[in-house]
């Protein structure tokens, strides 16, 4: 696995995430991974838990990182890499019955967020989960200094990027046909947040 891309954050997270995910996924098939990044949390999740088949997605221009890692792993249940772009429609995966993304939310532009849940709500069918991990402020407030050091920087890197708040995320979730089920308190000041269908 020399030469690969790598995240620390990955490395960090991928075993408090798989510790929820291997709960809230026990009874799904199909998993649509947005934002895949460096392939750390596809090969692992895919890994640990082999009753899912696996999609890892992500733009176009980041499929250079992500599909290396992908190729890498031995399993029949990953899926190759698929070119996803949440402000393109249709897009060019189906929704099935789980949806995972991490800290993306906070990098792509709020009206990416906003028709990143139009489209789920376009597509998910009743009973499809949404995971998603990350920051997030509550009541319009950062839930640490740590937070709010992370967004400055965020807003020097690009004035589209920004931890989202908690509230206007649970509304677009809320419109898309979503329901909030969990909102798990994870290390580092982020969270796992599981939306359901009631569609």
Not at 41 to 69: E, K, M, S, V
Not at 92 to 114: E, G, K, L, R, W
Not at 163 to 172: K, S
Request: proline share 7%; net charge negative; with cysteine.
């Amino acid at each position: 696995m020399d030469g690969l891309n790598w995240s620390q954050a990955c490395e960090n997270n991928k075993a408090p995430i798989l510790d929820i995910l291997r709960r809230v996924l026990a009874h799904k098939t199909q998993v649509l991974e947005l934002g895949a990044g460096t392939g750390q949390h596809a090969t692992w999740f895919a890994g640990h838990l082999p009753h899912l088949t696996w999609q890892p997605t992500d733009l176009h221009a980041n499929l250079p990182t992500l599909a290396p890692r992908c190729a890498a792993y031995e399993g029949g249940n990953l899926l190759p890499p698929l070119a996803l772009d949440v402000c393109q429609h249709p897009w060019p995966a189906q929704v099935h019955d789980a949806v995972f993304t991490a800290n993306s939310f906070h990098i792509m532009a709020f009206s990416a967020v906003a028709q990143c849940f139009a489209e789920l709500g376009r597509q998910a069918r009743p009973g499809t989960l949404l995971c998603v991990y990350g920051p997030f402020n509550y009541g319009g407030q950062y839930t640490s200094d740590s937070n709010a050091r992370f967004d400055q920087w965020l807003a020097r890197q690009h004035p589209d990027s920004a931890i989202r708040d908690f509230e206007a995320v649970n509304e677009l979730a809320r419109q898309a046909g979503f329901d909030l089920m969990e909102d798990n308190a994870m290390p580092a000041n982020n969270r796992l947040l599981v939306w359901g269908n009631n569609r």
